[in-house]
Every structure is written in structure tokens, then in C-alpha cells.
């Protein structure tokens, strides 16, 4: 890992080498890195997997696997800007999974982590100078889960 930057460690209950794999297959510019486990006397079983170094998108993580006493909540999120309705169909698609949908292009994957689904045409939209583009767009979005970027174009277009 790069001393650049900073890092991103995700705390898990024993599912670290599951969801670093799950994360690198789902994005590009992706890889697994080092793996350390858990020595004699420690909280989790000795050579159990402690932390899990990964890249996704070219965003450094550590997995953690630092067992049942935090959980994630939509607190933080990972915002992923998409060029186009492909790509938002194939992020909504891989990360809601065995997790769960949410409002807004909001979700939960199977590991509890919140993600957003957002096209990245989306923050023009609502910042348009003309504000009644901006409140048709922001009510259109409002009422979906998945973003359909077709449809936001229609409403900020007034049709």
C-alpha cells in the first residue's frame, strides 16, 4: 500500500476476504493485496484472517475483520458517478445483490455497506441556473430508487 493518500479500513464480523473479493470482481482498476491474520492470544482465533488489503476503482481499503461490535450504517457511503445507464444498471446490479435497494440511488450490499448509484450528469442537473429545471429534476429523482437517467433528462428537459 502507497504512504500517499489515506485508506479506507471497513470492519467486518469474519467476512473480509469475502466482501475484498466481492468488491474487486465488481470494479475496474481493481486488486487484492496482503492478507494478515490473527496471532496467538488475540480477540479472534489465531490465524484466522485479520485485515485484507484491496483496491477498488483505485481507492485503497483494508478489510477488517474486527468481529460483531460495529455495523455499518448510511452514515457513509461510497458515491459512484456513472457515465450512463449501463454503467448505473451494472453498479445497481452487482452491489444490490443479496443486499437491498434503497431510495434515491441509495443501497445497501450483502455486507451492510451503503453505496450511491448516481449519474454523474445528475449534479449539473439539480445545480442548473434555472431552478425550475432544477425542482422537476430533484422531484423526478425523489420518487425513484434505481436512477433512470432517461427519465431525468426528460424532466429537466420540461417533458
Known amino acids: 500500500m502507497s504512504s500517499e493518500g489515506f485508506t479506507t479500513c471497513l470492519w467486518f464480523d469474519g467476512q473480509a476476504e469475502e466482501a475484498a473479493a466481492h ?11 496482503r492478507v494478515t491474520h490473527y ?10 484472517v485479520l485485515t485484507v488489503e484491496f483496491a477498488a476503482n483505485g481507492q485503497q481499503f483494508v478489510a477488517l475483520n474486527g468481529g460483531p461490535e460495529f455495523k455499518f450504517t448510511e452514515a457513509i457511503s461510497f458515491q459512484i458517478l456513472c457515465a450512463d445507464q449501463d454503467e448505473i444498471d451494472y453498479y445497481w446490479n452487482s452491489l444490490t445483490e443479496g443486499g437491498e435497494p434503497g431510495p ?6 450483502r455486507f451492510g455497506v451503503s453505496w450511491q448509484v448516481v449519474p454523474a450528469e445528475l449534479i449539473d442537473m439539480i445545480s442548473d441556473s434555472d431552478p425550475q429545471k432544477a425542482a422537476r429534476v430533484t422531484a423526478a429523482f425523489m420518487a425513484m430508487g434505481k436512477f433512470d437517467l432517461a427519465a431525468l433528462r426528460k424532466a429537466h428537459a420540461g417533458e
Open 23 to 33: 468488491y474487486v470482481s465488481v470494479f475496474k482498476n481493481s486488486r487484492l493485496g
Open 39 to 48: 496471532g496467538e492470544g488475540a480477540p479472534q482465533p489465531a490465524g484466522s
Open 104 to 109: 434515491c440511488g441509495w443501497l445497501k450490499d
